[in-house]
């Protein structure tokens, strides 16, 4: 089962890629050629970013993960990963998520949260399935390099049957990644925060997500600024909005945003989605931090994207 919807998912995937007019809806434009370098931090048109809301790690040069970052490591200490259920309002049913809660976990300590988000073809267990965020997290916590968060994987594709199965580009299925951000406001973010220690604090919430889950992450996260501060996209998709149609007030989202990261694999179809949203924010002088990583639309991206961005978060 998990092998017939990943070969779909990489064949829909490719597909949309490959074959322009599958998303002419889309705006699709040339695929650039590979560039031939490692990685580049682009910081905005100003090149600084210490008048700003952003803290100072959003300033730090991005280092590539070292080897070995999201590989198991049998000497430390390890956080869980449990399946739970809420119920949501939006959707008119039972839904499903993901929660990571770190090594030593206790009720009684207190955590900030990191909403999580996967792509078109994934759903509740893409993240743990497809990438290793348990591997990432673990190892980061085990060289003191992250604060203290749990990390909800939800589905973001918010129906009343949420697999992504048959066509995942379906206009119902793509209007239900739109949906979501009614299920993440009003349903789960709630349910979390009745369920877990947490802050409730927009400083205590963070979202990113991985193509559809990264462009949900940009069109959610700037129209939400009193509720996440933090917010990151891996490989953003099509799905994501302009970044005239997402501000109207620069100068709030810029005060407002500790971190806005943006990251991209330099050989992914999508990439112009990325560099669009990037040259944007430069033209409205709202500070974010861009990487070229190396890699197409794939889970080394996402792992790599991961392992950034969580290490620069709630700090
Ligand atoms: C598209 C191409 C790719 C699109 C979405 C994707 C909504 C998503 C890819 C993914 O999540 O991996 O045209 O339009």
Redesign the pocket.
């Known amino acids: 089962m998990k092998k017939r919807l990943s070969k779909i998912l990489s064949l829909s995937?490719t597909a949309?890629?490959l074959v322009p007019t599958m998303?002419s809806a889309?705006d699709?434009q040339e695929t650039p050629a590979p560039a031939p370098f490692q990685s580049v931090i682009d910081q905005g048109a100003t090149g600084t970013m210490d008048n700003t809301g952003q803290n100072a790690l959003a300033n730090t040069p991005v280092v590539p993960a070292p080897p070995g970052y999201d590989g198991y490591r049998n000497n430390i200490p390890h956080g869980n990963t449990n399946l739970i259920s809420y119920y949501s309002t939006t959707v008119g049913n039972t839904r499903k998520a993901t929660v990571y809660t770190p090594p030593g976990y206790s009720p009684n300590k207190k955590y900030n949260v990191l909403y999580l988000l996967h792509?078109?073809?994934g759903d509740e267990h893409e993240w743990v399935n497809a990438m290793k965020p348990k591997n990432i997290l673990d190892n980061l916590y085990s060289e003191g390099k992250l604060s203290q968060m749990i990390v909800v994987m939800p589905n973001g594709r918010a129906m009343k049957d949420d697999r992504p199965v048959g066509d995942i580009?379906a206009p119902d299925k793509?209007a239900a990644f739109e949906r979501f951000e009614q299920d993440l406001i009003k349903d789960l973010i709630p349910h979390i925060e009745a369920n877990y220690p947490v802050y409730k604090d927009k400083n205590s919430r963070a979202l990113a997500g991985l193509?559809?889950g990264g462009g949900q992450s940009l069109n959610f996260g700037l129209k939400n600024l009193n509720t996440f501060a933090w917010v990151g996209a891996f490989s953003a998709?099509?799905?994501t909005q302009s970044v005239s149609q997402l501000v109207s007030n620069p100068g709030q989202v810029a005060s407002q945003l500790k971190l806005l990261w943006i990251s991209c694999g330099s050989s992914d179809g999508?990439l112009w989605v990325s560099q669009n949203f990037k040259n944007g924010l430069s033209s409205m002088n709202i500070p974010h931090t861009f990487y070229v990583d190396v890699g197409g639309?794939e889970p080394s991206v996402w792992n790599s994207g991961l392992y950034q961005f969580s290490q620069r978060i709630f700090k």
């Open positions: 995937i949309a890629l998303a889309t699709m792509g078109i073809g580009f793509v193509s559809m998709a099509p799905n999508l639309h």
